[in-house]
């Protein structure tokens, strides 16, 4: 035999023997099967958040440091303002003026003088009546009985318009101080949104500036949340989102647990699609939580969609296009493909367990 003609003969002669070899060949097995979701994601203290603050201005004083345990309104730091404290003490001052006790001999003067009114009109208002019946006696002159009427007259307007003044400095007292009371009160408010604080009960992750350092109300100046509850956060890809529900089992591997495997639950799934990775966040819970864990560390999680005990198994290396099979005898034999994970599928209708397929 030439050269050329053993050299022609080595392919087929490797083709045959792979075909026999038993490696290349199995049958399906009854098996457990578990069909699940691969998505990346953190995790995350509960209640995590970036803190900011209302206010412009330089950090005055740091009150913790980080890792320190907060409750609800525990002062973190402080934000120095000139312009805001000198408003807040002009609101004080205004508040001050307007205050009704203060205002009290502005009434008075008033009360007085109403009073003084008062006796005028009912003194005009006597002579003026007896006058009137002096002339029913014909005693005394018609200009007599007028001057007593003008006089009565003018009396009754300078009473009733004491009255009117009484009740718009009454009203304008009022509404000074209560407008002097809000104002005061937003300046406070103002003033006490130069001190950030706590808005959870949990740990200080993070200081984000540092003292005499600017600060706007855009500017993240710490991250706090739970200390001891976290909650997973994952990215889920468009094309498996739809299989998500809440409650399904999560298995979790972490780098700073390598070995390990954590299950949790899905607890929530956010309704939008991040349009640049088309992705949607899913959050979980762990179901037994690891005993040290840390906001932002990396996790990978196979979210279980279904499973299913004791059916037939084939390894999925052994299918094309997870609808044919390839028998021992050479025939492409088609096949129904149930629940699949990454190594193996489901096999509903076509095969049984005395079936014999080669590997494509």
Not at 131 to 137: A, E, P, S
Not at 280 to 291: A, D, I, W
Not at 310 to 319: A, I, M
């Amino acid at each position: 035999m030439s050269q050329k003609e053993c050299f022609w003969l080595l392919p087929v002669l490797f083709l045959i023997f792979s075909c026999g070899s038993s490696e290349n060949k199995t049958s399906p097995k009854r098996e457990n099967i578990t069909e699940s979701i691969y998505a990346s994601g953190t995790i995350k203290a509960k209640y995590q958040y970036q803190a900011f603050i209302n206010a412009l201005g330089t950090v005055q004083e740091v009150f913790l440091q980080e890792g320190d345990s907060v409750e609800i309104g525990t002062p973190i730091l402080a934000i120095s303002n000139e312009s805001t404290r000198i408003n807040r003490e002009t609101a004080e001052l205004n508040r001050e003026y307007a205050d009704r006790q203060l205002n009290q001999t502005r009434l008075r003067d008033l009360e007085i003088n109403i009073n003084y009114a008062a006796n005028k009109l009912k003194n005009d208002s006597l002579l003026w009546e007896r006058q009137r019946r002096l002339m029913d006696k014909g005693i005394g002159s018609a200009i007599d009985l007028e001057q007593k009427e003008l006089a009565y007259g003018n009396s009754k307007t300078v009473y009733e318009t004491a009255l009117l003044r009484y009740e718009d400095l009454k009203r304008e007292i009022d509404f000074n101080e209560r407008s002097a009371s809000k104002n005061l009160a937003i300046s406070k408010a103002l003033e006490s949104d130069l001190i950030l604080k706590s808005e959870v009960s949990g740990l200080l992750y993070s200081l984000l500036k540092e003292k005499g350092e600017m600060v706007n109300n855009q500017t993240p100046l710490a991250v706090l949340g739970s200390g001891d509850e976290f909650v997973l956060e994952m990215l889920v890809d468009e094309f498996d989102i739809a299989k998500v529900k809440i409650g399904q089992k999560i298995l979790i591997s972490m780098d700073s647990y390598r070995g390990e495997v954590f299950e949790g639950l899905v607890t929530k799934i956010n309704p939008i699609m991040d349009v640049g990775n088309k992705t949607f966040v899913v959050e979980g819970v762990f179901l037994e939580q690891p005993s040290v864990l840390y906001p932002n560390l990396s996790l990978e999680a196979n979210i279980i969609i279904s499973e299913k005990e004791n059916v037939l198994l084939l390894p999925r290396s052994y299918l094309i296009r997870d609808r044919f099979v390839i028998t021992d005898e050479g025939d492409t034999l088609e096949v129904k493909v149930g629940l699949k994970d990454f190594q193996k599928a489901e096999i509903i209708e076509g095969l049984d367990e005395n079936s014999i397929v080669i590997k494509p």
